[in-house]
């Protein structure tokens, strides 16, 4: 079956301009995690749904970024008014289940660069 | 305190040994999983091995394994006969059963040398 599939795969966007992401994870998996990975570095966690729950925006940074699951399939993830500092990749990864060995599968990213 | 610890920003290794990287982890849940993930410079995520905490045997899969010590918190991964495509960003990552979210270290770099 389909992996995990996300689009834009590249955005450039002028500071300022709100963005949004697109996640389709794979189908019948409750879980989904979205991350941010800033060049060079490891992942930063960002917010995590699971089924109906409400979702844990712990990671978020700050109020310009939010997530929304429609009907426990795709996500969105929307930054508003962008920063040269949001510039990084942003991943998603969606699990079946949240224990035992669960791994996440992975999306191939989204690429944005703030000019 | 970091939930993941990876001390080897950087590692180089003979094509066709083995190499250790190590991971320590931070957790007072008793009920976790320890994940090893790699990223080669297409920049996927690939899924390499699982290690439950209550997993009596350490995890093997292929040339893979993990070096579970639980007592000293440590989930290292050995790559035996080390090939060319195994250059890539490592990643170890932990999951605790009582919350949501996944762990992930700043990685090790390894570099198979020819």
């Known amino acids: 079956g389909a992996g995990v599939s996300q689009s834009p795969s590249n955005k450039v966007t002028e500071k300022g301009k709100d963005v949004e992401l697109r996640c389709d994870p794979i189908?019948?998996?409750?879980?989904l995690y979205w991350y941010r990975q800033s060049l060079g570095q490891g992942l930063e966690f960002l917010i995590y749904?699971?089924?109906?729950?409400?979702?844990?925006k712990s990671g978020l940074p700050s109020d310009r970024f939010s997530a929304e699951r429609t009907g426990g399939s795709v996500s969105t993830l929307t930054i508003q008014r962008t920063q040269q500092e949001d510039s990084a990749v942003y991943l998603c990864?969606?699990?079946?289940?949240?224990?035992?060995?669960?791994?996440?599968?992975f999306g191939p990213g989204t690429r944005l660069t703030v000019l | 305190a970091q939930k993941i610890t990876q001390t080897q920003p950087g590692m180089f290794v003979q094509e066709k040994e083995a190499v250790t990287l190590d991971c320590t982890y931070d957790?007072?849940?008793?009920?976790?999983?320890l994940f090893w993930y790699k990223q080669p410079s297409s920049g996927e995520m690939i899924f390499l091995i699982y290690?439950?905490?209550?997993?009596?045997q350490n995890a093997t899969e292929g040339r893979y394994s993990l070096n579970f010590q639980k007592a000293r918190k440590s989930a290292n991964l050995v790559i035996s006969a080390s090939q060319l495509g195994d250059s890539a960003m490592y990643f170890c990552?932990?999951?605790?059963?009582?919350?949501?979210?996944?762990?992930f270290g700043t990685g090790t770099s390894l570099t198979v040398i020819p």
């Open positions: 990864a969606s699990s079946l289940r949240t224990s035992g060995d669960n791994e996440q599968f």
């Open positions: 189908s019948g998996h409750t879980a």
């Open positions: 749904f699971q089924g109906n729950s409400a979702p844990d």
């Open positions: 957790t007072s849940d008793p009920s976790y999983g």
């Open positions: 290690q439950g905490s209550y997993d009596q």
């Open positions: 990552a932990m999951r605790e059963d009582l919350g949501n979210q996944f762990y």
